[in-house]
């Protein structure tokens, strides 16, 4: 390992690109520290804790903290984010985006342009409704049209640099820049999540308790990371062969390949759906001061949150673990069914003259690849779902209240992977042994 790591360092190029990896991460985490102006952080902070919940727990998990400090980045990457999957979905309903994509590097280039444009409408509109929502309620202390506009700009602002970082981590660095900057965020909660859960099966305890509970916490951490490694590398591969012809006089093809699936071909994007859609209530009641109301409208808040999911003591309101379970598999299916067009997938593979063994080419290569496609969603949104819902028992029952969640896990451990692999391709070229090597 140590080895390898000096190897990265010889490199002068990659030297560079790493550097610059970490000198924008050190610009992310003071960017989380400078408040907005206009804004009374530690009030903010007050009303937070008296008002704290599912809705606003996992938006600051994403941000990294930034949100209970209402810092310029506040909002974080998260409009870029709703902005990417918005375009993703309009490709598929609207012709012309879908000509652009067709288009290859130019039209890639017009897509994104349009993705920025929709990232700042999207924070700017979220900055708006933040500021209007807590100026009400007396979050920002002698509110006026000044300091509501000063917040507005802040928070878009803040937003649209963090765009602006991760693209050009993609561009001079290593890995995906927003999926980094996002990464950086969640592990920057870490460290608050292990002392909450040191406080309360740790701390007071008697040396072997102590010792036992510590032990235990590491194992069922240590057992989500290999799961979640298994999932994301497990893949069903479908072999291809190629028959052989004629080009000019040269005899061509003949070779076999496989389609690799993806055993978790929607990625952690499902739990992201499903947990964003049952927040969005909460938040709008909480910005309306309707939070706490009575009724059959609490009462479905109320189930909404996970906060009530799976305690002994509330176990009318786990409804609401069932209605996010359907939801993950509900947008498993919808999101690989746009990602993953089967038709046309054996389309090409009948141009290019090959063929399943087995499987007459056209319709029946699509129907049998829909099938296996079904089957390995299934297993894939089962797995996503244990690693989501595990998380949601410990603090039901025992009371763990983490934030570091299942969809941690998978964000950051898909990033490492994918970061990791990148470095491995491009120390190969060099001739150099990486970290996958050993």
């Given amino acids: 390992m140590l080895e390898n790591l000096k190897n990265i360092f010889r490199v002068k190029e990659m030297r560079r690109k790493l550097l610059y990896v970490l000198w924008m991460i050190l610009v992310i985490r003071i960017g989380s520290q400078l408040p907005v102006p206009g804004v009374d952080s530690d009030f903010f902070k007050d009303w ?120 050009r981590i993609t561009e001079k660095g290593v890995g995906n820049g927003i999926s980094i900057v996002l990464t950086v965020n969640i592990v920057s909660r870490v460290p608050s999540d292990l002392t909450v859960l040191y406080e ?22 240590i057992a989500m990371v290999v799961f979640v490694l298994i999932l994301n590398g497990a893949e069903r591969r479908i072999p291809v062969q190629y028959s052989r012809k004629m080009v000019g006089r040269k005899l061509m093809g003949g070779q076999t390949t496989n389609i690799p699936l993806k055993v978790n071909t929607a990625g952690v994007i499902p739990v992201i759906f499903a947990s964003s859609i049952m927040s969005f209530p909460g938040v709008i009641a909480q910005m309306a001061g309707k939070a706490n109301s009575t009724g059959i ?49 054996a389309d090409n593979i009948k141009k290019q003259g090959g063929f399943i063994p087995g499987i007459r080419p056209g319709k029946p290569t699509s129907d049998y690849l829909t099938k296996i496609l079904n089957y390995i969603i299934f297993i894939g ?55 996958l090597n050993e």
Avoid: H
Avoid at 85 to 107: F, H, K, N, S
Avoid at 395 to 400: D, E, H, I, S
Avoid at 403 to 419: A, K, M
């Fill in 297 to 345: 409208g609490g009462e479905i808040l109320r189930g909404l949150s996970s906060n009530n999911w799976c305690n002994p003591s509330q176990l009318q309101y786990t409804w609401g673990l069932a209605v996010y379970i359907l939801l993950c598999v509900f947008f498993a299916y919808f999101y690989t069914s746009i990602t993953f067009n089967p038709l046309e997938v």
């Fill in 48 to 167: 937070f804790k008296q008002n704290t919940g599912d809705a606003f727990n996992f938006f600051d998990a994403f941000t990294g903290g930034s949100f209970t400090q209402m810092s310029i980045f506040a909002l974080n990457i998260t409009p870029y984010i709703t902005s990417s999957i918005i375009m993703q979905l309009l490709t598929i309903a609207i012709p012309a985006l879908e000509e652009m994509q067709r288009d290859g590097e130019e039209g890639r280039k017009k897509i994104t342009a349009i993705t920025r444009y929709v990232t700042v409408g999207l924070a700017l509109f979220e900055s708006i409704a933040m500021a209007i929502g807590f100026g009400r309620q007396g979050l920002i202390p002698n509110m006026n049209f000044f300091k509501g506009f000063t917040v507005v700009v802040c928070l878009t602002a803040g937003s649209a640099m963090l765009m602006w970082i991760g693209e």
């Fill in 200 to 221: 309360n099966f740790i701390k007071g305890k008697t040396i072997a308790k102590g010792m036992l509970a510590g032990l235990i916490i590491a194992a069922i951490i």
């Fill in 381 to 435: 949104v089962v797995g996503l779902i244990i690693v989501a819902v595990i998380p949601f028992f410990f603090n039901g029952v025992f009371g763990a209240n983490v934030s570091f969640g299942g969809t941690s896990i998978i964000i950051i451990v898909g990033v490492i992977l994918e970061t990791v692999k990148q470095i491995e391709s491009q120390m190969l070229v060099r001739n150099y042994k990486g970290f």
